[in-house]
């Protein structure tokens, strides 16, 4: 495997980027040291190669990626993962408001809670909080697998048309146009091995609760 | 405005007592209703015609809008529709009571295409004046005049350089037939200037078509990513709209077909209603962050646009500039819509003449005019709204619902049923097949040429060599409204 390492320390978010995408051309795996909650960093690369945040980043971590899996060993800050449309952005810390905002594919991984507004207008892809995360998760969503472990805010899945939320804590209160349904085996075994790839230890898969939009047309054309 | 409309059952038929051949629909002919097709009941697009005893009859005048398209498409040119006087009481136009009735039946406020359409202050209110003996006129017919612009050179690295300061607005596939945004690619390339996605992604045949392309980047995000950005030359965020000011995208499902739910990557039939706001830009430094965000993207080679609808302009303004953008566009309340509320469109939003003198200005107060690009749009049909918008203050214009017109579009205001018998605004394939796009590319060519050739007219009369050195002190004011707006001086003594 080739590796190139990146000290961010003294490194603009423009120096870094051009780095990285020159790198991602003939690197197998991508170091980045030192990168100080800095924002934007790796937006929009579309090589398929590893990239691993040593520290926290800042906005927009990962944006627009459309193969690389990216590691964050830390924090991320608000919209992680943003517009993703495939690879993979794992972040072992936290992370603030809309984590995979408008994802259009891949996944993304926060191991701790979030802010709020997790995978608002997500498309589709899959997004997996280990914690808690806050008000109108889901809102505006198109498509695609919301998975969290704790509990949720007010208002899940707001104006919801397509896509499901699942919720393994409390359901704080569900949004416009979401409803809960029932669980199925299907969507057990699906869980299962979602979570179980990303290494996360689920005792009882049953206590999951299903959220789905009601329909998909919920402003006009009744 | 009201209506008459009236069909003349001699000339419909002349054909030995038929009807002619509705050449509209010969490209899916049914031959069992050929005798009695009668293109005006199916072409019309609000349903004014019926059906009785085997003839059509325009029954339900209330409902014209007079786009005249049975007109149009009548083979024996059977059809007149004329304007008359409107009938109002006071203030209860005949309009507004089979509105009020419309309401109190369906229980919904009105959804519509176009834009305002109410008299509202423009281009018209405002006059070039011809240069005499103080300052010479420049001859059109043996003398140049340039037309050329750059747009975007503050950081990007390729800015948009365009043979015409007449651009393309956004309109989306979906909104718009595939064909129709063809058109419009070819048009633009052949004119040398460029065309925008509009919010619905990028189609593969309207990248190839154009040679120059801006991405729009919206609330929705539909069809967005790093590839979709990188294929653009340049990167629009829309703020918002002219004709929907303070809402976000309309494509209801009615035109949600499945290749557009491809794109988009949204349900089939659903209804495609982009957030009234981008859920991460609440802000000033919410939107220095996303321009910084999408430059990291595209590797700070494109210029960065931001669109706003007018209404607090000089504030919105003043953030995008401060936030780096290269370029912004101001979008008055004359600007159009595939689909929006009625009441938004007539009420909400500041005439184009306002917005273009308020940018302006608001870029000179911070020092910033010469380094921002500023584009009009919002109304703009002729060369001489162009000539007046860029003395006003502009250094370029959109067109938009003047393009789809030079493609056969007849203003009947239902693009969002997605039924447009010209094969603009539909996906519907037999419709779609009515759309000659290589000959209506052409066509928008040849329209935003003579523009051009109009613009450079005004401004070599008024002693000019160049389109874009047009300036305020040449125009003169007709009406007082017009000059309150923008503070042009009235013709003769010239007081506001």
Known sequence: ?222 | MPYRVERNPDLCKKNFGRPGCCWYLCDDRDEKICGKCFSCFNNCPHGVYEIIQGDPYPLNQEKCVGCRICLEMCPNRAIEVNAIPEDARQGWGFPDIVEIVRQAQTASYKLRSTGALRRIPDFDDLVVIPAQVSRPPIDKYREPCGTDVILGDRYAENPLRLATPIMIGAMSFGALSKEAKMALAIGSSLAGTVTNTGEGGMLPEERELADKLIAQYASGRFGVSADYLKKGDAIEIKIGQGAKSGMGGHLLGEKVTAEVSRIRNIPEGSDALSPARHMDIVGPEDLSMKISQLREITDWKVPIMVKFASGKVASDVKIAAKGGADIIVVDGMQGGTGAGPEVIMEHSGIPSLASIVEADLALKEIGLRDQVSLVAAGGVRSGADLAKAIALGADAVYIATAALISIGCRVCQMCYTGTCRKGIATQDLSLRHRLDYKEMGKNVANYINTMTDEACMLVQQAGNTHITKLEKENLRALTLEASALTGVPMAGVGKI
Request: glycine share 14%; net charge negative.
């Open chain 1, 1 to 222: 495997m080739k590796v190139f390492e990146i000290d961010a320390e003294n490194l603009t978010p423009r120096e870094i980027n051009s780095q990285v995408k020159e790198a991602a051309c003939e690197y197998d795996k991508i170091i980045i040291r030192n990168p100080n909650a800095k924002h934007y960093l790796a937006a929009g690369v579309t090589e398929d190669v590893e990239i691993e945040f040593d520290g926290s980043v800042g906005y927009f971590a990962g944006c627009m990626c459309d193969k690389p899996k990216i590691k964050i060993n830390g924090n991320a800050g608000w919209f992680v993962g943003d517009n993703i449309t495939g690879g993979e952005v794992i972040v072992d810390g936290s992370a603030g408001d809309g984590a995979g905002q408008g994802i259009y594919d891949g996944t993304v991984v926060v191991r701790e809670s979030v802010g709020s507004r997790t995978g608002e207008i997500m498309k589709n892809g899959t997004i997996i909080i280990g914690g808690n995360s806050g008000f109108m998760t889901g809102i505006f969503m198109m498509g695609g697998r919301i998975i969290i472990l704790g509990d949720v805010g007010d208002d899940v899945a707001e104006s919801i048309i397509r896509g499901v939320v699942y919720v393994k804590g409390e359901i704080k209160s569900l949004g416009y146009n979401a409803k809960l349904e029932e669980l199925t085996f299907e969507d057990t075994l699906n869980l299962e091995e979602t979570l179980t790839e990303y290494n996360f230890d689920i005792d009882d898969y049953s206590e999951f609760k299903k959220i789905v939009p009601e329909s998909t047309r919920p402003f006009y054309g009744h």
